[in-house]
């Protein structure tokens, strides 16, 4: 079965650090651009990061510059999402996409209809 799985959510405190992890199942992320977005209870879906499919380009949500890291292994089939100074306005949950993309590169973040796959979404909650 194709599939992305989210890990790595949890508990943290503000100012704290988490590592999100991205992996495929039954397929390879090779030729795909992957978002990470972020859905909050009442609020709107907010993309928070994406990296072209030849890894050439990211691009971060406002909220997020200069604290989150998106990063992909290709040898693991996984794209990171490593984020520092972490506040409770972080709080989420944490979705990321995947968007076949061999030939162009994406590097903004797509409508949802437009994402080949979803992972089902991990809890990230900063709180003291």
């Known amino acids: 079965q194709e599939q992305l799985v989210e890990s790595g959510g949890g508990l943290v405190q503000p100012g704290g650090s988490l590592t999100l992890s991205c992996a495929s199942s039954?397929?390879?992320?090779?030729?795909?651009?992957i978002a990470w977005f972020r859905q909050a209870p009442g609020k709107e879906r907010e993309g928070v990061s994406c990296?072209?499919?030849?890894?050439?380009?990211?691009n971060y949500g406002e909220s997020v510059k200069g604290r989150f890291t998106i990063s992909r292994d290709a040898a693991k089939n996984t794209v990171y999402l490593q984020m520092n100074s972490l506040k409770p306005e972080d709080t989420a949950v944490y979705y990321c996409?995947?968007?076949?993309?061999?030939?162009?590169?994406?590097?903004?973040?797509?409508?949802?209809?437009?994402?080949?796959?979803w992972g089902q979404g991990t809890q990230v909650t900063v709180s003291a």
């Open positions: 996409a995947a968007l076949l993309s061999p030939a162009t590169v994406v590097d903004e973040f797509r409508p949802p209809e437009d994402y080949d796959y």
């Open positions: 990296i072209s499919s030849d890894n050439s380009r990211t």
């Open positions: 039954g397929f390879n992320l090779y030729h795909y651009a």
